[in-house]
């Protein structure tokens, strides 16, 4: 067989792109940002029985399978009208608190933490997680690794498999949890929370305590006021999995508080010429294009929305971090897109403290893990918090559960027209006219991009959660003058 | 003779051609059965990249991955072998959101964990990874069992596999029921 080489990214297609473009001067008149998008889920969808589509949407990505099999289920529990048993709703959120400490694990170590360890202006050869521990010591990467293979553990615990899980069904869950398994997940939970603190402290070390680089969090072209969007329990702090969706203005005011159902109500998406993704925005107060601040519909849902939409945590170590980041960030609000890495290792600790409170409630192990569906199926929504935002599904089906029309908003996708404009305006901060654009100029850009976690996966439905990305300059003829691929 | 060889197949059967690395490995352990008693060849199919890899290829001598690639000239069907070298472009291979093959093969080796000395990377031009489907298009479907072909006459001629008593597969993408699916966990 031939054996070739071939040059990266540049030569494939279906990749995603950043587009900047310069004036006659030389400064950023316009950027964009741009993916390919998936084509037919609804199509896909259609004509099957509802309670596949749990295991079905799991394996539209295979980053955050687990946000999707939640959302799907939540939906489907909607669709035949059941309220599933406490237990089944304690081991749903188990499962999903390890999948986040997993999650937040890997972005943080892999995409995070190398700006801020080994600087933004580190050669990029450098500048990932080798770099890392090379730096801060081989032991954090034995830890990232633990920390993962132990959460996918608890997955192939309760789901009998570590990645794409298909054990929340309509109704609750497929199994339930023995004595054994929970006390060995307890022991995963207290190693979690063992993790989180460690995380917490690395981040003091690397990032709070560098003047520099808390001068690049709080600086101009990575601040961005919009309205955040979060899940919140009953008493308004973070949860992943329950609750309404909660979302508050770049003054802290609550704008809404709204039930997955009535989701139409308060978000709409607006469609751009140039790209097929759609951007959602604020109902009430109106698509008023690319642009912030409390007149524009625009909303953020991120980590750091997440909290800034919430009145706190509901784990004590966690409420203790995000009182720290808000004394430090000055209050609430929080505008400043690059703290989202600070946000997301509060939520790691969260999800671990949530983790251990879980499996040590004497409910996790009972035996009433699923109701049966006896109403006649309609419409349901599902709503859960997936690491890169909040994800809404929503299935129309036949009286029988057939499937006549379902409609997905994935995280990312609420977070497009963000994206758009952080990574125009950091773009604006970071390049000027006669100075020269280089590697760490286009690298300061993309970690506008990079802090949302975007995850076009799915919101793109392609290359599972493995899009490479392409940053173009193009001077005022359009004639491209600097590309960086990876 | 005793070195334990991974074929993974990578890849997400819901998205058209995208699956084809599944569906290459799942024509090999085909030819394997029937042709060969390999018993120290395991086979696995996953949707997954980045971290996951480690996890995956640890423990393994050499490892054969099969993946589908689209570059801007490629014809749909053609494959070929892909320089270890260039491992950024395959789909899987290469990630914005999680660390890349590269970065995985050597943080296994900065970590001391025991990974593949030997890699083989194998490719399918695809044409179709943005549609749902559970089926390929036609002109990779057709060469899908002679990529696996193909493939098996390399290793066979690089004595990766010999004759022995048994091939074992795993199967780390869920099975969808009732759906197009042979294979069902061992």
């Known amino acids: 067989m031939k054996r070739i080489s071939i040059d990266p990214v540049t030569r494939l297609e279906g990749h995603g792109k950043i587009e900047i473009f310069l004036d006659d001067r030389g400064d950023v008149a316009n950027a964009y940002f741009q993916v390919p998008e998936l084509r037919g889920f609804e199509k896909f969808a259609e004509g099957r029985p509802v309670e596949e589509l749990p295991r079905i949407t799991s394996r539209i990505c295979g980053v955050c399978p687990e946000a999707h099999m939640m959302a799907s289920a939540k939906a489907c529990d909607a669709v035949y009208g059941i309220e599933i048993p406490s237990t089944a709703k304690k081991l749903r959120e188990l499962q999903y608190s390890a999948f986040y400490l997993g999650d937040h694990t890997t972005h943080f170590y892999a995409l995070g933490a190398p700006d801020f360890v080994m600087g933004p202006d580190a050669p990029k050869a450098e500048r990932n997680i080798i770099g890392v521990i090379k730096k801060v010591g081989v032991e954090i990467g034995g830890q990232v690794i633990k920390t993962r293979r132990e959460c996918h553990e608890v997955a192939q615990i309760l789901g009998g498999k570590p990645v794409n899980p298909v054990n929340a069904i309509p109704g609750g869950m497929s199994k339930g949890l023995t004595k054994d398994e929970r006390a060995r997940i307890e022991q995963i939970a207290r190693d979690g929370v063992e993790f989180g603190k460690f995380t917490q402290k690395i981040f003091e070390d690397v990032v709070l305590k560098n003047k520099a680089y808390v001068d690049i969090i709080l600086s101009d072209p990575y601040t961005f006021p919009t309205y955040y969007m979060g899940l919140v329990d009953e008493k308004n702090k973070v949860n992943f999995y329950d609750g309404k969706v909660r979302v508050v203005g770049p003054d802290g005011k609550e704008h809404c508080k709204y039930a997955p159902h009535e989701y139409r109500e308060y978000v709409a998406e607006h469609v751009e010429p140039w790209t097929y993704l759609k951007f959602p925005y604020l109902k009430k107060i109106g698509w008023k294009g690319f642009t912030g601040g409390i007149d524009s519909g625009v909303y953020q849902a991120t980590p750091l929305s997440r909290l800034n939409a919430a009145d706190g945590m509901a784990t004590p170590l966690a409420q203790a971090e995000y009182d720290k980041m808000y004394k430090t960030l000055g209050g609430k609000p929080v505008k400043h897109n690059l703290a989202m890495h600070w946000a997301r290792i509060i939520e790691l600790l969260y999800a671990a403290e949530r983790l251990l409170e879980l499996v040590r409630d004497d409910e996790i192990t009972g035996p009433e893990y699923r109701a049966l569906p006896t109403k006649i199926p309609t419409e349901g929504v599902g709503i859960v918090e997936a690491p890169r935002g909040t994800l809404t599904h929503h299935y129309w089906t036949d009286e029988k559960g057939i499937v006549k029309k379902a409609n997905l908003i994935v995280g990312t996708t609420n977070n497009h027209a963000p994206i758009c404009m952080s990574i125009k305006k950091a773009a604006q901060g970071v390049i000027k006219a006669g100075k020269p654009v280089t590697e760490a100029l286009l690298n300061m850009v993309e970690m506008s991009f990079r802090s949302y976690d975007p995850c076009y996966g799915c919101a793109t439905h392609s290359l599972p959660g493995e899009m490479p990305l392409e940053v173009l300059v193009y001077d005022k003829d359009r004639n491209i003058v600097h590309k960086l691929a990876r | ?162 004759s022995a008593t048994e091939t074992r597969r795993n199967t780390i993408q869920p099975q969808r029921r009732g759906g197009t699916e042979k294979y069902k966990k061992i």
């Not at chain 2, 599944?22 to 395991?42: F, G, N, P």
């Not at chain 2, 950024?88 to 093959?101: E, G, M, T, V, Y």
């Not at chain 2, 995985?104 to 001391?112: F, S």
């Open chain 2, 1 to 162: 003779m005793d070195s334990k060889t991974i074929i993974l197949g990578l890849g997400n059967t819901i998205l058209t051609d995208d699956g084809v690395g599944i569906y290459v490995v799942r024509k090999i352990d085909d030819i394997l059965r029937i042709t060969s008693h390999e018993s120290r060849i395991t086979i696995k199919e996953a949707s997954l990249g980045g971290f996951n890899f480690i996890d995956l290829l640890a423990g393994y001598d050499r490892a054969v991955i099969v993946d589908a690639i689209h570059t801007k000239d490629g014809k749909p069907g053609e494959f070929y072998e892909l320089d270890p070298a260039a491992l950024k472009p395959s789909a899987r291979l290469s990630s914005l959101h999680q660390i890349d093959f590269a970065t995985a093969c050597e943080l296994a080796k900065n970590m001391g964990i025991a990974f593949p000395k030997e890699i083989a990377i194998f490719v399918m031009e695809i044409e179709d990874e943005f549609s749902f489907g559970e089926k390929p298009t036609p002109r990779v479907g057709e060469a899908i069992p002679k990529m696996a072909e193909s493939i098996v006459a390399e290793l066979r001629n690089r004595e990766w596999i010999k």
